[in-house]
Nanobody, 116 residues
Framework: QVQLVESGGGSVQAGGSLNLSCATS????????MAWYRQAPGNQRELVAF???????RYADFVKGRFAISRDNTKNLVDLQMSSLKPEDTAVYYC??????????WGQGTQVTVSS
C-alpha cells in the first residue's frame, strides 16, 4: 500500500522558516515525480514545487527564491525547505507522488500557519 506521510508543519512568525518532510513507502520515490501542493481555506489546491525523478525542479512564482524542494531516494524522503515565510503562505501542505494518471498519490497534509 502506497503511503505518503508529511511532517514538519507548525506555526511560525512572518519571516521565519520551516522544513516539511514527506516520507514515502517502498520504492515509490524512485519512479515518481514528487511535488508539494497547498490549500488555504476557501481556495483551490495549488502547486508549490515539484521535482522530477531526474532531479529537475520547478516552483510556483509565489515561492521562487524562498522555498526549495529536494529528494533523497536512499531515504525515501522529499523535503520542502521554506524560508522568509509570509502570512499568505498559511495553508495545509500536501505531498504528492505521481507516476502517471492512474498512479497519483497524496499524503494527509500538514498545517502551516504564519502569523504577522
Amino acid at each position: 500500500q502506497v503511503q505518503l506521510v508529511e511532517s514538519g508543519g507548525g506555526s511560525v512568525q512572518a519571516g521565519g522558516s520551516l522544513n516539511l518532510s514527506c516520507a514515502t513507502s517502498g520504492s515509490l520515490i524512485r519512479v515518481a515525480n514528487m511535488a508539494w501542493y497547498r490549500q488555504a481555506p476557501g481556495n483551490q489546491r495549488e502547486l508549490v514545487a515539484f521535482i522530477t525523478v531526474g532531479g529537475t525542479t520547478r516552483y510556483a512564482d509565489f515561492v521562487k527564491g524562498r522555498f526549495a524542494i529536494s529528494r533523497d531516494n536512499t531515504k525515501n524522503l522529499v523535503d520542502l525547505q521554506m524560508s522568509s515565510l509570509k502570512p499568505e503562505d498559511t495553508a495545509v501542505y500536501y505531498c504528492n507522488a505521481r507516476i502517471n494518471n492512474l498512479n497519483n498519490y497524496w499524503g494527509q497534509g500538514t498545517q502551516v500557519t504564519v502569523s504577522s
